[in-house]
């Protein structure tokens, strides 16, 4: 109610309010009636409150817009669709025109709109005669965020402006959220520049979002860079834009810079920040959010962010120690420590979590389902895999999805059974994408069968899809700053302690028989040549730079962007033996915690 009375003229609020008091003042000891309409609409609860419009009518009396306007509002938050068409026939029926009418109009616009019912409020919109700011903001918004009509808002803000209405900020917050190229969101900025609503706080925040969302990096940092005055909103915005387009490094910059100008943060910069710690494996960093995020230990959306970091991280005494704590959890909660602890290597307490989550009566979801068939995929657990996959529907009316398949055929493919891949693959109502490829070819590999048939068939078919194998890449974090290593790649600043340090490795773990495994190199080339490829993987040159930094007694942590191959891995092995370190690889399908010579995933990825 006061959003909608803040967006008339201050002129015709007050009459609106006059006039309003004046009819209760004039009726309300002559009609109790009213009066208790006008209280129920204000107090609730609605039903008793509808109950009473068919009296009004039949005694000639007509409720003020204002009382209408709160009942509308109460009609969103308590009743349903049909609650709110009741009150929409009476007030076609029985209420003032005018400035009332108007205002109670929109409301109902609103309304419709609220209850997803956007035809009902596209029909009502063109009943309307005159239609002001209110009306046509609550139609292009609606549209805006409607999935398949987010065109039609653009052209109803075209037909606004012919209208001769003026767009007011929120207008524009809203429809930025349509445009889905940089052409149309230069376009919206110039004419918010032009009308003079650049200086907005929600507006800007709306433009930075809109240029984030499109990977126009330069774009949002050059509308936050023409900031005024200092605005947390907007400060949030080019953060959480930063983290969404992976830019960690970026987002944790400006989150300090934020601190060093004095604001403090609140829970969307927390969640935004503890996002990049986890795309950049930065769990230090994550410690340090944890510490801002106690303050909120009762919002579930922030817990939930900082038990995925710790998770993804390959932390999982910190997200069990975390998860034991939370005062609530929901399917977001348990989905995500059930895929860390499976990602994680530990598919048997994954599975016993998924147990306990059933117990406690909270539904899975999809998300849930790809972890739990993930467990069983990296744990060998066919039959149970196989159970889970055909009985979800059934269970948990969850249909399977591109993921569920793509963990189908992982499952089989880790397991031998690649006739039952294929005919997985054959079966699904898609067209399999490069992961489901990228999954079958990394069986064919794992069990090296068919690797000339199967695998160089689907190679092809991948290339005549137009993808390209990317280069190997790994990070790690050291003193808060993220190093990269590129397979191959020697233009890092100490590559030449690098190289020195991972040829010391290599002798020593050479004595506790390791041989290249030359077979993981694909290109038709002689063994030294596969030798030296193998030698400068992404994740060796980075494990080399962290043994000459890294404390004593302090795991390192590396993140890659693809699988780690089985070179690398027996070369892991051998390192954390022969160097006494606890060595965690995230590649982007799961967690290899070396410790000792031995792996987490049994050998088995």
């Known amino acids: ?246 830019d960690g490094v970026g987002a944790l910059d400006l989150f300090k810079r934020m601190k060093d100008a004095g604001f403090s943060s609140n829970q969307g910069t927390l969640t935004s920040v503890l996002r990049a710690c986890t795309g950049m494996v930065m769990l230090e960093v994550g410690r340090q959010v944890h510490a801002h995020v106690l303050k909120y230990d009762k919002d579930l959306i922030l817990q939930n962010a900082l038990l995925d970091m710790y998770c993804k991280c390959g932390s999982l005494q910190d997200a069990d120690a975390l998860f034991c704590r939370m005062s609530q959890r929901d399917v977001i909660s348990w989905s995500t420590m059930i895929s860390g602890l499976a990602q994680n290597g530990r598919s048997a307490e994954a599975l016993r979590v998924f147990d306990l989550m059933k117990s406690e009566d909270v539904a899975p979801n999809h998300i849930t389902m790809i972890g739990v068939l993930f467990a069983c995929s990296h744990a060998g657990l066919v039959e149970d895999g196989q159970y889970y996959f055909k009985s979800m529907e059934k269970l948990f009316g969850i249909k399977p999805e591109r993921e569920h398949y793509n963990c189908m055929v992982d499952l089989l493919g880790r397991a031998g059974k690649l006739d039952e891949a294929v005919e997985i693959i054959h079966g699904m109502n898609f067209e399999p994408d490069s992961t489901i490829w990228r999954t079958l070819l990394g069986a064919c590999r794992m069990h090296k069968m068919l690797i000339l048939q199967h695998a160089e068939k689907t190679w092809k078919v991948m290339r005549d899809q137009g993808v390209q194998k990317e280069p190997g890449r790994s990070w790690i974090e050291l003193e808060k700053q993220v190093h990269v290593f590129i397979a191959g790649d020697l233009s890092h600043t100490c590559s030449d302690s690098i190289v020195e340090e991972l040829n010391r490795l290599i002798g020593r773990i050479n004595a506790l028989g390791y041989v290249p495994q030359t077979e993981f190199v694909l290109q038709d080339l002689g063994n030294e040549q596969k030798e030296d490829l193998l030698k400068y993987h992404s994740e060796k040159l980075a494990i080399a730079f962290a043994m000459m930094h890294t404390m004593e007694g302090k795991p390192i942590r590396i993140m890659k962007n693809l699988r780690i191959c089985g070179d690398c891995h027996a070369f892991m092995k051998l390192v954390s033996k022969s160097e006494g370190k606890v060595i965690i690889i995230r590649d982007p399908v799961r967690f290899h915690h070396f410790h000792d010579g031995v792996c987490s995933c049994g050998d088995y990825w």
């Open 1 to 246: 109610m006061n959003s909608l009375f803040k967006s008339l003229p201050r002129n015709r609020l007050a009459a609106t309010r006059r006039s309003s008091r004046r009819y209760l003042h004039a009726h309300s000891h002559l009609h109790p009636l009213l009066a208790t309409f006008s209280r129920l609409c204000a107090e609730g609860p609605l039903h008793p409150a509808l109950a009473l419009l068919p009296d009004l009518a039949a005694a000639g009396l007509r409720a003020d817009p204002v009382s209408l306007c709160r009942l509308v509002k109460l009609c969103v938050r308590q009743g349903t669709a049909n609650d709110g068409r009741l009150i929409h026939r009476h007030v076609a029926h029985e209420a003032p025109q005018g400035v009332g009418g108007l205002f109670v109009s929109n409301s109902l616009v609103s309304m419709y709109a609220k209850f997803g019912l956007l035809d009902d409020a596209l029909s009502l919109f063109d009943e309307i005669p005159e239609k002001n700011v209110v009306s046509w903001t609550t139609v292009v918004a609606a549209l805006a965020n409607t999935e398949g009509r987010k065109e039609e808002a653009l052209r109803f803000l075209v037909a606004m402006r012919r209208d001769g209405v003026a767009p007011n900020a929120y207008t524009f917050s809203s429809v930025l959220g349509a445009c889905d190229t940089p052409r149309l969101v230069t376009a919206m900025h110039a004419s918010i520049v032009k009308i003079g609503l650049d200086s907005d706080v929600f507006v800007r925040s709306s433009l930075i979002d809109a240029y984030m969302k499109l990977g126009d990096l330069d774009g949002g940092r050059y509308v936050f860079g023409e900031m005024v005055t200092g605005d947390l909103v907007v400060w949030n915005s080019i953060i959480a834009g930063f983290a969404q387009s992976g």
